[in-house]
C-alpha cells in the first residue's frame, strides 16, 4: 500500500469500528516495511528487544514510517532519514518505570527550587505522555536518579541502531506503553483525527 492509496482506503471508512479495523489491518499488525518479506529478522529484532527489557517478543511493535513505508501525518515516504519507533507494550515495564518515577517525583518536590525551567517544562510533556500510558524516556529531564535509567535505555537503543541490528542502517527510538489498549488508542485516535482533517482539506480542494 502507498501513501495515496493509503489515504483513499481510509476516506472510505465511515464508522469508528471501520477506522479502528483499519488501524489494526495496516498500522498496528503485520510485518512492518522496513524488513520486507524478513519475518525471521523481524522476529530476531524484536526478541533482542524484549530480551533486554524482559519483555515478550509479540509486544514490541513497529510504528510510524517503518511500519508502512511513509508518514500519513508528515505526507513522507520511509528513507534513510527516517527512525524506526518501537512502541513496547508491558504493564510491568511500565510499573517498574514508573516505581523509580515516584522516587524521582518525591525528589523533584524537595529540589523544584534549583529546577531549571527547561528540566520543568520537559516533565510536564513527560507526565502528559504518561497520563496517556505512554512512557517516552526522551521526555525525562537529566537531573536527579533518572540519568541512569536514560542512559541505559538510549545506550541500549544506540547499540542496536545504525547497522547494529537487523532492523539495519537506521537510527532506533522506543517508548513503552502500559497495555495494547492504549497503544491501539492512541493510534486509533491519531488516525481518527487525521481522516478528519484529510475530509476538510478534501472538501476545500473541491470547492477552489
Same mark, same amino acid.
Given at each position: 500500500?502507498?501513501?495515496?492509496?493509503?489515504?483513499?482506503?481510509?476516506?472510505?471508512?465511515?464508522?469508528?469500528?471501520?477506522?479502528?479495523?483499519?488501524c489494526r489491518k495496516f498500522i498496528l499488525h503485520?510485518?512492518?516495511?522496513?524488513?520486507?518479506?524478513?519475518?525471521?529478522?523481524?522476529?530476531?529484532?524484536?526478541?533482542?528487544?524484549?530480551?533486554?527489557?524482559?519483555?515478550?517478543?509479540?509486544?514490541?511493535?513497529?510504528?510510524?514510517?517503518?511500519?508502512?513505508?511513509?508518514?500519513? &501525518? *508528515? #505526507?513522507?515516504? %520511509? /528513507?534513510?532519514?527516517s527512525d524506526i519507533d518501537v512502541a513496547l507494550?508491558?504493564?510491568?515495564?511500565?510499573?517498574?518505570?514508573?516505581?523509580?518515577?515516584?522516587?524521582?517525583?518525591?525528589?523533584?518536590?524537595?529540589?523544584?527550587?534549583?529546577?531549571?525551567?527547561?528540566?520543568?517544562?520537559?516533565?510536564?510533556?513527560?507526565?502528559?505522555?504518561?497520563?496517556?500510558?505512554?512512557?517516552?524516556?526522551?521526555?525525562?529531564?537529566?537531573?536527579?536518579?533518572?540519568?541512569? &535509567? *536514560? #542512559?541505559?535505555? %538510549? /545506550?541500549?537503543?544506540?547499540?542496536?541502531?545504525?547497522?547494529?541490528?537487523?532492523?539495519?542502517?537506521?537510527?532506533?527510538?522506543?517508548?513503552?506503553?502500559?497495555?495494547?489498549?492504549?497503544?491501539?488508542?492512541?493510534?486509533?485516535?491519531?488516525?481518527?483525527?487525521?481522516?478528519?482533517?484529510?475530509?476538510?482539506?478534501?472538501?476545500?480542494?473541491?470547492?477552489?
Amino acid at each position: 500500500m502507498d501513501i495515496d492509496s493509503f489515504f483513499e482506503d481510509l476516506h472510505k471508512k465511515s464508522s469508528e469500528e471501520e477506522i479502528l479495523d483499519f488501524c489494526r489491518k495496516f498500522i498496528l499488525h503485520g510485518t512492518p516495511y522496513v524488513f520486507g518479506s524478513k519475518d525471521e529478522d523481524f522476529y530476531e529484532f524484536r526478541k533482542r528487544i524484549g530480551e533486554k527489557f524482559n519483555v515478550p517478543f509479540y509486544e514490541i511493535y513497529i510504528t510510524g514510517s517503518a511500519k508502512l513505508g511513509f508518514s500519513p &501525518f *508528515k #505526507d513522507k515516504i %520511509f /528513507d534513510y532519514d527516517s527512525d524506526i519507533d518501537v512502541a513496547l507494550v508491558s504493564p510491568q515495564l511500565f510499573e517498574r518505570i514508573m516505581f523509580d518515577i515516584g522516587y524521582y517525583q518525591m525528589q523533584f518536590r524537595k529540589n523544584r527550587a534549583v529546577v531549571r525551567e527547561r528540566e520543568l517544562r520537559m516533565y510536564h510533556e513527560f507526565l502528559e505522555y504518561v497520563a496517556l500510558g505512554w512512557i517516552r524516556p526522551d521526555k525525562l529531564p537529566v537531573s536527579f536518579q533518572m540519568r541512569t &535509567f *536514560k #542512559d541505559d535505555w %538510549f /545506550d541500549f537503543f544506540r547499540s542496536i541502531s545504525n547497522g547494529k541490528s537487523e532492523v539495519g542502517n537506521y537510527q532506533v527510538n522506543a517508548g513503552v506503553f502500559k497495555s495494547y489498549h492504549h497503544l491501539e488508542t492512541y493510534t486509533f485516535l491519531g488516525i481518527k483525527d487525521l481522516k478528519g482533517q484529510r475530509s476538510i482539506e478534501r472538501v476545500n480542494g473541491t470547492s477552489n
